[in-house]
């Protein structure tokens, strides 16, 4: 989703809850990322790989000049023989440490206990806890900040991703800066439309 599309969303939810809640996960998840500078780690579940969110975040961090919200994601089926940014197995959750920040993406049908308990030793370890998508119990119970989407809920996960990452770059950015920065941003749209597309994650 462009930057365009994503402005058109945010008009059509003018007034709903769901602009508030993002603009405060993603402000949360900037916080953590920006003040701690340890790195953020992305991690989804097994049946389910935020690859997408990662991407845009990279997208993001390059685009507000905030390096540090650009993610490592971390996949359940990781090789070695993988491209190296995606070869990050469940092993980097176990390194995590105080001062990196974990986003784990869940949607519904669960978590899943291994990852429970390696979330759970990160944040033992002081590394700061974000849980995107489904309000699950355990999950939520471990998270320091959690936005949750129920399946059925008038957004599905992947447009809540698109808001979430959109408003964490937006928010790196001082407010007189916000109509350069969506000029800037639609240029560049404009500038890959007609160019070919991007190698794939």
């Known amino acids: 989703m462009d930057a365009v599309r994503v402005a058109l969303l945010r008009e059509v939810l003018a007034g709903t809850e769901w602009l508030g809640q993002t603009r405060r996960f993603a402000g949360a998840l900037r916080a953590s990322a920006v003040a701690h500078g340890g790195g953020l780690l ?8 935020p690859w997408h969110l990662a991407a845009h975040l990279v ?15 971390v996949r359940h089926d990781a090789r070695a023989s993988d491209p190296a940014h995606l070869a990050v197995g469940l092993g980097r959750l ?21 990852l429970l308990e390696r979330v759970h030793d990160a944040r033992r370890a002081g590394a700061t806890v974000l849980a995107l998508g ?31 990452s959109a408003a964490a770059g937006e928010n790196a950015v001082p407010s007189g800066r916000g109509r350069r920065r969506f000029r800037d941003r639609l240029s560049r749209l404009a500038e890959s439309l007609t160019a070919p597309p991007p190698a794939r994650w």
Not at 151 to 162: A, I, K, P, R
């Open 59 to 73: 997208d993001e961090a390059a685009w507000s000049g905030t390096p540090e919200l650009a993610p490592t994601l």
């Open 134 to 164: 489904a309000d699950e119990g355990d999950l939520t119970a471990m998270a320091h900040e959690t936005l949750a989407v129920p399946e059925g809920s008038e957004l599905d996960l992947d447009t809540v991703q698109h808001l979430v």
């Open 94 to 114: 176990a390194a995590a440490r105080r001062g990196e920040t974990l986003l784990v993406v869940s949607p519904g049908g669960g978590t899943g206990a291994p």
């Open 42 to 49: 992305l991690v989804g579940t097994p049946e389910y790989e």
